[in-house]
């Protein structure tokens, strides 16, 4: 018989969950349509700068504009060139018209097994 204040095998055996690591485009399609959810996973201070013309600022929680358009593989937009490079732990997007001074560049990173915006720079000179 079991004594009561000794734990069974059963108990001392620890339930050891593997956290898994969050899939990029859940959390690229959940980030781009979820305002709140897309603040908690900006890692502010973010590197990058808001240039337009002689407007120029940092990004903070405060002047944080909402990101509706998702990375994406192919993207077929007029003029702009399009560049995606992806890693296991970092995703760097960037958009830009040559000879234009107009640029955007996003990079996505995995901190804790979870996707964040680490740097944004979006230039319109």
Known sequence: MDHPFVPSK????KIV????RENFEE??????SDSLFQV??????IEGKHIYGFEQYNWTR?????????????VEIGEYQHSLVKTDTLITERFWIPDSGFEVERQFKL??????LIYYNDINL
């Open 111 to 116: 901190i804790g097994n979870k996707w964040f």
């Open 62 to 74: 405060k002047n944080w504009q909402f990101q509706a358009v998702p990375v994406a593989e192919q």
């Open 17 to 20: 969950k593997k956290v898994e």
């Open 40 to 45: 908690s996973r900006v890692d502010f201070p």
């Open 27 to 32: 959390f690229n399609k959940k980030f781009h």
């Open 10 to 13: 059963k108990i001392e055996q």
